[in-house]
């Protein structure tokens, strides 16, 4: 009787993670991250306060988590095919992102302002959001020099943060980031001397 409960209370868990991480992303879009609180989520998800700090420590780590997953939808780590170029995944990756941050950047705008503010924050941002993404970048480059496809003398950790640069900054700055976006950055990475 016991396993029963246990077992039938799973789906309503993962039915509550769902809808907390839903309501998490509607009011980051629609507010920011400084002025989304835990009771607010709690409110637009149907859930009690204490329901979110059963899985989560802090905001922080739940607003992560939820962007993350959203963000994996529509920038999961590139696959390396057989007979696509380095080049090419490169570019075909950062459509992906530039498609996930034009329809959803507003939420990745506020954080990036509320790590400027709360050093905690940006610890934990960078640990769980942006490395993983620069490593993605990082380990298509470092595969393309492997391969030949970029020189032995490429700084990939320097190429890596031009990319990201490149992009933050668009993103900021609302500036378009689109498949010529995308294409532009990664002709620079890939242009051949001479």
């Given at each position: 009787m016991g396993e029963q409960k246990r077992m039938g209370g799973r789906p309503r868990d993962a039915e509550a993670a769902g809808a907390?991480?839903?309501?998490t992303?509607?009011?980051?879009?629609?507010?920011?991250y400084g002025a989304v609180s835990i009771a607010a989520i709690?409110?637009?998800?149907?859930?009690?306060?204490?329901?979110?700090?059963?899985?989560?420590n802090a905001k922080a780590?739940?607003?992560?988590?939820?962007?993350?997953?959203?963000?994996?939808?529509?920038?999961?780590?590139?696959?390396?095919?057989?007979?696509?170029?380095?080049?090419a995944q490169l570019e075909a990756f950062l459509v992906q992102v530039f498609d996930h941050l034009t329809e959803g950047g507003g939420p990745v705008r506020s954080l990036i302002a509320a790590a400027q503010e709360d050093p905690a924050f940006r610890k934990?941002?960078?640990?769980?959001f942006v490395r993983p993404r620069e490593q993605m970048i990082t380990?298509?480059?470092?595969?393309?020099?492997?391969?030949?496809?970029?020189?032995?003398?490429r700084d990939i950790?320097?190429?890596?943060?031009?990319?990201?640069?490149?992009?933050?900054?668009?993103?900021?700055?609302?500036?378009?980031m689109d498949a010529a976006f995308a294409h532009a950055i990664t002709t620079e990475v890939f242009r051949k001397n001479g």
């Open positions: 907390i991480k839903a309501a992303l509607k009011l980051l879009r629609e507010n920011g709690a409110a637009e998800a149907g859930v009690a306060r204490q329901t979110l700090y059963n899985r989560w780590d739940l607003v992560l988590d939820a962007l993350y997953e959203e963000t994996g939808r529509y920038a999961a780590a590139p696959l390396t095919e057989c007979g696509l170029s380095f080049a934990v941002f960078k640990e769980r380990d298509i480059l470092a595969r393309a020099r492997q391969c030949g496809e970029l020189a032995a003398d950790g320097m190429l890596s943060a031009f990319v990201h640069g490149a992009f933050w900054y668009a993103l900021l700055n609302d500036d378009p």
